[in-house]
């Protein structure tokens, strides 16, 4: 009996050694060395975009991911838990090989190599002129969908949408059955998964492409912006059209939640909105302000229909609370206590409700000044009279000819023109306006303390733009593109294919002509920034025989109407991606950053490369666009000093004046002016 005892412990003992030879004291079950995983591999999906994958190491808790370019030295570009990594920062175009090592607490393996990659050129043949300079287009990439709205995800996807079909065939009938307008086709994009498969009108590959539909809201001509816990909010949209052209909106509210990729229905509004303007201001709540009311009836075939009817009461939405707040105060018909231009007549009768710029005002709490795009501009506090809301200092600018509050003739109404807050506190409005009037000239506006403001002529684009739109880039400048220069009709006769570039913060500044466009870009087109620093600009038409329904019918011309649908976007490459030869520059690389942050706090941004030669890092809100407006857009310059080697110590924005609460794109930007790709970092 004791041969067997010991027999058994001798057993006992080997199979402890043998287990305590694979564990690590302190990781419980984690194996003293780990395997590289069985598989890497490296996909070009887009002239910037390689996405690689691996098979999953157990015990593994992270993964390092390495990158070497031609036959140079491998460099950690990032660690992360998930089994696929995006390099969104691709320059040079030498091959590129990856390697993908797992680790835990207390290992990390050797490593597993995917063979060598060889991204594409960017630019499409025939645009290869001085893309130093001007950059570049690609090549034409098809769209499930007309894609009229567009917002970035904090994952980098973009959802595009146009309404309750693909580009507004059935949408555009005269009648007003409003049941009809109960759901919305939505495409959401991965731009990491490639260009898709077979993608055409109504076609999703299930991978790049997926069809996420909305079953609540038409939401055509809705406002949208995407709020501070990364959730996508959605006011108001479309209700049909009636004979006489007027366009009623619902007072739906939506929410897209892009971490399940599905819609939620949120609190109605007081009334409908179709084409209001949608913002989050600095206290994190939103801004619902401008569109046509709910008010405008009519029976299913479009009969009894009245005039457009405003809608002139902003609210506002707690997406915390999941409430609305009426800004009873702050209303702009004839009757309100606070609208009122300088000089005390009531600018009702010149408000243009659809889709009015705001933007946060840098010098005051949920504070919001309009720039636009009608006569009035002025401040809108969400926050006063007990939070029933007041305007101030509301002011009427003229057509050419008149003076702006006894200012110099620097502005005017600017129907489907464009504005941009470039810095805090720092506007350019341009394009727009009807017919010949001033399509081509921008003004700067600045703001300051105590609900003041000023104009200044700026410089004018090579153009007149009407239904352009611009875009803020990785390093403050701002890209234009698209429009027609006729300022009327809704077509594509006139369009403009060149876009043009401005550098709004240096003295003097001018537009420079920059690449042409494949395809048309004019009413119902759209553009945003993507992580990667390039820019997404899509869509237009949409509309089948209708869009001359805003033309007074004596000026309507068969030949001037919007039939073309544009299913497809384009990629614009700007000029910071490349050298001074044409070629691809190699770009700086953030290798980790926070994803979260506070205002005011000091963090840490780790690069591949030193410091040093880190001459700017910017902090660009995500973008959300539609009609010649980028509801979404906001930039900050941040302040960091070159620490130890290849470390940053950056200060975030101050508060939420400057930088309202959701999430950004950061970028580094080098000696050169080459751009990073953006890690995303949520504030507030």
């Not at 001085?130 to 034409?140: E, R």
């Not at 494949?518 to 820019?535: E, F, I, K, N």
């Not at 509309?543 to 919007?562: E, I, K």
Request: proline share 7%.
């Amino acid at each position: 009996m004791k041969d067997w005892t010991r027999a058994i412990s001798a057993l006992l003992l080997l199979f402890i050694a043998a287990c305590n030879q694979n564990s690590t004291p302190g990781v419980p079950g984690a194996p003293a060395s780990l395997a590289d995983p069985a598989t890497v591999t490296a996909s070009k999906e887009m002239p910037t975009i390689i996405t690689v994958t691996w098979s999953a190491v157990s015990g593994a808790t992270s993964y390092v991911v390495e990158r070497k370019t031609g036959a140079g030295t491998y460099t950690q570009i990032a660690e992360q838990t998930g089994l696929s990594f995006a390099d969104l920062s691709v320059g040079n175009p030498n091959s590129y090989t990856y390697r993908v090592k797992a680790k835990n607490a207390s290992a990390t393996s050797p490593g597993k190599e995917s063979s060598a990659v060889t991204p594409d050129a960017p630019c499409f043949p025939g645009n290869l002129n001085s893309p130093n300079t001007k950059g570049c287009f690609g090549k034409v990439l098809n769209w499930p969908l007309v894609p009229t709205h567009i917002g970035v995800m904090p994952n980098g996807t973009l959802m595009g949408y146009f309404g309750i079909d693909r580009s507004g065939e059935t949408a555009r009938g005269n009648y007003k059955n409003f049941s009809f307008h109960s759901r919305s086709i939505t495409a959401l994009w991965d731009p990491t998964k490639g260009p898709g498969t077979g993608i055409g009108p109504d076609q999703y590959d299930g991978v790049a492409f997926k069809q996420i539909n909305n079953t609540h809201t038409d939401l055509f001509c809705s406002g949208h912006v995407l709020g501070p816990d990364g959730k996508y909010y959605t006011a108001g949209g479309n209700l049909g059209q009636s004979t006489n052209g007027s366009n009623p909106g619902p007072k739906n509210t939506d929410i897209f939640d892009p971490t399940t990729n599905t819609w939620n229905n949120g609190p109605d509004m007081t009334d409908g909105r179709w084409y209001p303007s949608m913002i989050t201001l600095s206290s994190g709540e939103l801004l619902i302000i401008g569109g046509n009311s709910l008010n405008d009836k009519g029976d299913a075939s479009g009969n009894g229909a009245v005039p457009d009817t405003p809608n002139v009461l902003p609210e506002v939405w707690d997406t915390a609370a999941g409430t609305m707040r009426d800004l009873t105060s702050a209303t702009t018909d004839p009757g309100s206590a606070t609208f009122k231009y300088a000089g005390g007549a009531s600018a009702s009768s010149d408000y243009w409700h659809y889709y009015p710029w705001v933007f946060q005002d840098p010098n005051k709490d949920r504070q919001v000044f309009m720039a636009g795009s009608a006569f009035p501009v002025g401040f809108l506090d969400t926050a006063a009279r007990g939070g029933t809301g007041e305007w101030n200092n509301v002011q009427k600018r003229q057509y050419p000819g008149g003076n702006f509050s006894g200012q110099p003739d620097v502005d005017l109404w600017r129907n489907y023109g464009s504005a941009v807050m470039y810095q805090p506190g720092k506007i350019i409005a341009m394009g727009g306006g009807y017919g010949n009037s001033g399509g081509e000239t921008s003004v700067f506006i600045n703001l300051s303390t105590g609900n003041q403001y000023t104009f200044a002529a700026g410089p004018s684009m090579a153009y007149k733009r009407t239904h352009l739109m611009a875009t803020l880039l990785a390093d403050g400048q701002i890209f234009v593109n698209g429009g027609s220069t006729d300022g009327v009709n809704y077509d594509i006769t006139n369009v403009v294919y060149e876009s043009e570039l401005i550098n709004p913060n240096l003295p003097n500044a001018t537009f420079r002509r920059a690449a042409v466009s494949q395809m048309p870009r004019t009413y119902h087109s759209a553009s945003v920034l993507m992580p990667d620093g390039t820019v997404f600009t899509g869509g237009g038409g949409g509309c089948g025989n209708g869009c001359d329904v805003y033309v007074p019918a004596t000026a309507r011309d068969p030949n001037h109407q919007l039939p073309v649908n544009q299913y497809n976007a384009e990629i614009y490459y700007p000029p910071y991606l490349f050298n001074s030869d044409g070629s691809l520059a190699t770009r700086p690389i953030i290798t980790s950053a926070p994803g979260t942050v506070s205002y005011g706090q000091t963090f840490t941004v780790q690069t591949d490369q030193p410091s040093g030669n880190i001459a700017k890092v910017t902090f660009i809100k995500l973008g959300s666009a539609t009609h010649a407006f980028n509801m979404g857009q906001v930039f900050n310059q941040l302040t960091f000093t070159a620490g130890s080697g290849n470390q940053l110590t950056v200060t975030a924005p101050a508060s939420g004046t400057v930088a309202p609460p959701g999430y950004y794109m950061l970028f580094v930007i080098n000696a050169n002016g080459v751009p990073s790709a953006a890690k995303m970092v949520k504030i507030g």
